[in-house]
């Protein structure tokens, strides 16, 4: 856990303010609406959100309103607020709704339409069915991946008697 100094949005270059949600803080751009997670924090925030106990968490997030209704225009690259370097835009493993602008060092932005999308999502489907679409690819490449080795196996095998 940092600090609680106030950062600036990525995007609007404007103080983010400091918003509690549950069991953490967050960094909340009041002109855009994208919000700033600590390390650790999207996690805690996911579980936070999880199942119908997290539907008082779901309204908090719904409430965090931009003034504006798009964001405003701002870098096509974004900058961590605290070492500068350039984030890394990245979807979420289990996911596709929520893409993050990654600071693997310090945490991630969220833009608000992303996280609200995300957080649906745990509504509806809870964490352990959000990965469930993930599992499934998974398990399909494996019996793909086993299929081509076993074909190969006999390729060899129809090679050697010639």
Not at 8 to 14: E, H, P, T
Not at 34 to 48: G, I, P
Not at 62 to 86: E, Q
């Amino acid at each position: 856990m940092r600090n609680r100094s106030t950062i600036q949005c990525s995007r609007c270059k404007v103080d983010a303010e400091i918003v509690s949600l549950g069991p953490i803080d967050v960094d909340h751009c009041s002109l855009c609406g994208n919000v700033w997670f600590d390390n650790r924090e999207l996690e805690k925030a996911s579980a936070a959100a999880d199942g119908a106990s997290g539907a008082d968490f779901r309204d908090a997030v719904r409430c965090m309103a931009p003034v504006h209704a798009k964001s405003p225009v701002g870098p096509a690259v974004l900058a961590c607020p605290f070492c500068s370097d350039a984030l890394v835009r990245r979807p979420h493993p289990h996911a596709a709704a929520l893409v993050a602008h990654t600071c693997l060092a310090h945490g991630v932005w969220v833009e608000r339409t992303h996280l609200l999308e995300f957080f649906e999502l745990i509504g509806k489907l809870g964490l352990t069915g959000l990965g469930e679409p993930q599992r499934r690819r998974d398990g399909h490449r494996a019996d793909r991946l086993g299929s081509m080795d076993a074909h190969i196996r006999n390729l060899q095998k129809l090679r050697l008697r010639r």
